[in-house]
């Protein structure tokens, strides 16, 4: 089925992978209007699952990290910073929620209350603001003139 570019939402198992990728049935879905078409239909249930919801199609999604990923960072520390998410929208980065992962990966708050892992690309970018902490471990990012300490684990909620 992957060479058609066709993926019916209720007879795959589907995946959002830490990659930032989708995947289905194990095959990496490699037309990027059906993986836009999956990051922008994708919920997030009262229990906490995830699915894809298209009309009365539905078929629930295991994300291996985070539900959304960065792929891009505009901006600078006296303006601020705009993301852009897989899904293709944008939001102002809130500086407070990121947060730095065990492999050093940055994550951020978006969408309110979820989660979104910085695609390679998108944290090398953002990189490139990220100063040493004064007279501590660690690092911050000015933005606006404020320093954001930046701290290992989950952003808040």
């Known amino acids: 089925m992957p060479g058609a570019g066709f993926y019916p939402i209720g007879a795959s198992r589907i995946v959002f992978g830490r990659d930032g990728r989708w995947y289905a049935d194990g095959e990496r879905i490699t037309n990027p209007r059906i993986a836009l078409l999956f990051s922008r239909h994708l919920v997030q249930r009262d229990d906490g699952t995830y699915a894809l919801v298209m009309g009365d199609e539905k078929a629930a999604v295991e994300v291996e990290d985070t539900p959304w ?87 808040p909620r």
């Open 69 to 155: 990923t960065v792929i891009g960072v505009d901006g600078d520390p006296a303006r601020g910073f705009t993301i852009t998410l897989n899904d293709r929208t944008t939001e102002a980065l809130d500086p407070e929620s990121i947060r730095i992962g065990s492999d050093n990966s940055f994550s951020c708050r978006v969408k309110r209350d979820a989660r979104a892992r910085f695609l390679r690309p998108a944290h090398n970018t953002l990189a490139r603001h990220v100063e040493p902490a004064d007279g501590a471990a660690g690092f911050t990012l000015r933005v606006r003139g404020r320093r954001y300490a930046l701290a290992a684990g989950s952003p």
